[in-house]
């Protein structure tokens, strides 16, 4: 089994920044990839960032130039780091690990982040 737990979010003025973390525990593997979807309200989730322990990344379009993921495997935790923040980011954000050798999705709380004036 595999536990996630996100931090970092909350309210942030259009234009700024947040760093969004999750932390896994439980078995971790190094084929595991990592990432971050997102859910706005009345609208399905949508993938925002994925990236595998060797730090290859992919990124939604709407993101891309102003999200950056990370992720630390000693620490098993992945980085959303989110810049010039628009209303359109806001969501609930979830915190995702697909485990490849098993065909397993795990998925954190989801934590909400809100970009208002």
């Known amino acids: 089994q595999v536990q996630l737990v996100e931090s970092g979010g909350g309210l942030v003025q259009p234009g700024g920044s947040l760093r969004l973390s999750c932390a896994a525990s439980g078995r971790i593997f190094s084929s595991d990839v990592m990432g971050w979807s997102r859910q706005a309200p009345g609208e399905q989730r949508q993938l925002v960032a994925t990236v595998t322990s060797g730090g290859s990344a992919n990124y939604a379009d709407s993101v891309k130039g102003r999200f950056t993921i990370s992720r630390d495997n000693a620490k098993d935790t992945v980085y959303l780091h989110m810049n010039s923040l628009k209303p359109s980011d806001t969501a609930v954000y979830y915190c995702?690990?697909?485990?490849?050798?098993?065909?397993?999705?795990?998925w954190g709380q989801g934590i909400q982040v809100n970009v208002s004036s």
């Open positions: 995702n690990l697909r485990n490849i050798l098993r065909n397993r999705n795990y």
